[in-house]
């Protein structure tokens, strides 16, 4: 090891208490404190917080890091803080801040206590702020879910497209770090294009997970009996349901109850006192079950989820990819389940009728890939990478009937038939 792997090695372990990096933690952190443009592909889980966390650490300065949710900034600062005696180490500016609060973050900027400040993109456009962090020494920008700044991701939000300006206003030769799970080539094109950094070092670690087994079943008028008699073949073991509208999670979970299956209902129509108790009961294994909405899943982690079945199709690949993600954490077995009909389609399709025109084309440009996967004859393994940029080459046979598809090969015809009869 050269001096400086020692430096990153002791490093992470004095901050992080890790012995060792995960996946291209380490040749990314090696790239930032280079001070080069960065851009960072890694799924959900893949650790790319500590990407641009140690960095900061290490460096002289304040890394600036933009992320959309205040309940994220606030969850990382808490977890910086724990790693250093020094409460300043991590702040967020926000506007909820009372003015007393603003002196402190920067005074603590100033003095160089602040290594990470966390910003929502609409705070960086305040003139007041913009001023202030032109005065003062910047590592690095970390734009965390970059894929806020493409239409053609799941959450686009309009004000991430003003932060390469903004950013530029700061000092045009502060390094850029762009990180993202969202692994479609599209999207990505996009985010490069606008953070201008068209010249950084790319790192993109692969979306596969090997433990997961996918299927596809046709959505027929017997779905309850066949989720039923799944659970029940799975019993003992933990799974996530997932159903489009609240009034279905609450109707399938009680259909799942009475049936003798012990299940929960998740959605955001719960107060927090509610949604909490049913969470905790599913993470404490008094139930097996949780039949939610989209709404469950951001930050539960829980590692021995054994199946994800989906009561109606979600609305594009990449929501499927995360919602499936969440089984198997642990590196063990994964079943993904998806029941499919055409009609749910339509439905969907239906719900996107009121937007504007640029939205739906998008929407339903994602919906018809939807569709493809569930009407494929391919291993849907490889469908899920291609779809991602990657090529899935099954050169040690591991992904071999780890999915419906390749266990069972029927023809492109056959495939299609049997979903839409
Ligand atoms: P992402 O933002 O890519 O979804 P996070 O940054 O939230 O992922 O990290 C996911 C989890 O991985 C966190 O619990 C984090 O503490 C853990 N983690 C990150 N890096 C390491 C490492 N080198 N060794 C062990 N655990 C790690
Ligand atoms: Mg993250």
């Known amino acids: 090891m050269s001096l400086s792997e020692i430096d990153l090695h002791s490093s992470l372990k004095k901050y992080f208490g890790f012995s060792q990096f995960k996946g291209l933690q380490e040749s990314v952190i090696t790239s930032i404190l280079e001070g080069k443009n960065c851009f960072v592909v890694m799924p959900t889980g893949g650790g790319k917080s500590l990407c641009y966390q140690l960095p900061a650490l290490m460096q002289e300065g304040t890394a600036i890091v933009v992320s959309p949710l205040i ?11 724990g790693v250093s005696s020094e409460h300043g180490i991590a702040h967020v500016l926000n506007s909820s801040l009372t003015k007393t609060e603003i002196k402190q973050v920067k005074s603590d900027i100033t003095s160089g206590v602040t290594k990470l400040l966390y910003v929502a993109p609409e705070s960086l456009t305040k003139d007041e702020y913009v001023e202030f962090l032109q005065s003062v020494k910047i590592s690095f920008v970390a ?10 991701g799941h959450d686009f939000r309009p004000e991430y497209r003003n932060l390469k300006s903004i950013i530029s206003r700061l000092d045009d030769t502060i390094p850029i770090i762009g990180l993202t799970a969202t692994a479609t080539p599209k999207v990505q094109e996009d985010i490069i294009k606008n953070l201008g950094i068209t010249d950084a070092d ?5 979306f596969n997970r090997p433990n997961l087994f996918y299927e596809v079943r046709p959505k027929t008028q017997n779905i309850e009996a066949d989720i039923i008699r ?3 073949q799975n019993s003992g073991k933990s799974g996530v349901i997932y159903c489009l509208s609240r009034k279905k999670v609450e109707e399938l979970a009680q259909v799942l109850q009475v049936n003798g299956v012990s299940a929960v209902p998740y959605h955001a ?14 993470l404490m294994e008094d139930v097996d079950v949780v039949v939610a909405t989209i709404a469950f899943g951001m930050g539960i982690d829980k590692p021995d989820v054994r199946f994800v079945i989906h009561h109606d199709i979600p609305k594009s690949i990449e929501s499927y990819y995360q919602e499936t993600g969440r089984a198997g954490r642990d590196g063990g077995e994964g079943h993904c389940l998806a029941f499919y009909s055409y009609k749910d389609i339509e439905k969907l399709e239906k719900f996107m009728s009121g937007k504007p025109v640029a939205e739906q084309e998008i929407g339903n440009a994602l919906l018809q890939e939807m569709v493809a996967y569930a009407e494929t004859s391919m291993s849907r393994r490889k469908f899920i990478l291609h779809y991602f940029g990657e090529e899935f080459d099954d050169v040690n046979g591991d992904g071999a009937l780890m999915d419906d598809n390749t266990k069972n090969p029927k023809d492109k015809e056959e495939a299609k038939d ?4």
């Open 202 to 206: 790319l790192f993109k670690a692969s």
């Open 143 to 152: 734009v965390d879910e970059a894929h806020c700044i493409s239409e053609w």
């Open 71 to 81: 309940a994220l900034m606030k969850n990382q600062v808490d977890a910086i803080r």
């Open 418 to 421: 049997d979903l839409v009869k």
């Open 269 to 282: 129509g719960f107060d927090t006192k509610t949604r909490s108790k049913y969470q905790d009961m599913f």
């Open 230 to 232: 799944f659970v029940k």
